[in-house]
């Protein structure tokens, strides 16, 4: 690209809730270049829980993350943004102008006059195995997410950790004797460090239930090794909670820690903090830098929930508070989508 691309607004982050700053922009006539430094949009809800329903998305009584996503990718098509995936937003500096200029890892840039920081929790870093030799098999057969169930069919798997993800993966690749799941595993052994579970409690009871009935094995220990054979993994050694180290053998290791919340370069660009979010006010959601707002699980202020539908309404009160520094000289007023003229317009329903 020769120079900057010039634009009115950059969103920083695709997941659901910078999703729907571009809808709420765009009704209000202002384009956006919107960037992830995931190769795909959809934010947690497409990386963390692609196949698990939602509930509280108002009038919609139960949709996955994924549909959610397809959903919002849907509704602001008419807007015709422009996504930058994979690349981090890695610098933001006001210019003398007023405006920003920002500039992504893959050396895309921007100057623009407003930015909506959308980052959730920032970029995607699953905590790892702390073990030494790991990496050359990370996402081989060892791995932090499911992207595709089926590439586990048949194995023989060990799943680590004490969370609603482990329990939920671990009960899905064991269960699918009942329903035909052709996700099933060959064999399902549940490794955490202690016997005591961060996650819903049907979840562990089945897990039990399971474990009863020999369909599934628990171990409380720690993985401290690798074992393989001509570089293919073969299982791992498990420090138990009696001190005696066992060799665990398995094809395919998947390790849910969580995500460490790693907010990345957003923390180096001025912008006050609070415990790792952005502070913002919660009549424009700005944030201290006039021209620069913040959206969804990013940001905090007095009462601040991290729920979707709470994303949406800040992106409707952020596109408003944007305005004036797009349209100085223009009075916005609030339309209806039922029934402005000028809405249907921009929705391409005339
Ligand atoms: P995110 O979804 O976190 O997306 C932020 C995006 O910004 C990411 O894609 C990230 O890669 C990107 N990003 C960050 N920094 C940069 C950077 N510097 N450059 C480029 N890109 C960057 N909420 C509900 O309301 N209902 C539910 O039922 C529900 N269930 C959930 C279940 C689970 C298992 C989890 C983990 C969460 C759930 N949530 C639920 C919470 C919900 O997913 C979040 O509130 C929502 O995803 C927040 O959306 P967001 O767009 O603000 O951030």
Redesign the pocket.
Known sequence: HAGPIETDAVI???????LFQVFELGLLEIKAHI????PHP????V???PD?P????PAVPVCTGQELTDNLLKQIEPFGATFHLG????TVQKQDDGRFFVA?SKGTTFVTKTIFI???????QPRTLKVEGVEKYEGDSIHYRVKSPAQFAGKNLLVVGGG?SALDWALNFCEGNKDGNPHKAESVILLHRRDGFRAAPASVAKMHELCEQHEMQFLVGQVSDIVENDGVLTGVKVAGADGVTRVVPCDAVLAFFGLSPKL???AEWGLALERKQIVVDTEKFQTNVPGIFA????NTYPGKK????S?FHECALAAFGAAPYIFPEKRVHLQYTTTSPKLHKVLGVE
């Not at 960037?35 to 995931?38: R, Y």
């Not at 959308?118 to 995607?124: K, N, T, W």
């Open positions: 920083v982050g695709a997941g659901p809730v910078g960037i992830d430094s995931l959809g934010g947690q809800c990386e963390l829980y698990k939602i509930y509280d998305i690349q981090e937003v890695t992504t959308a980052g959730g929790v920032g970029s995607f609603d990345g370069p957003i959206v969804g699980d990013v991290k729920l979707i539908l994303g």
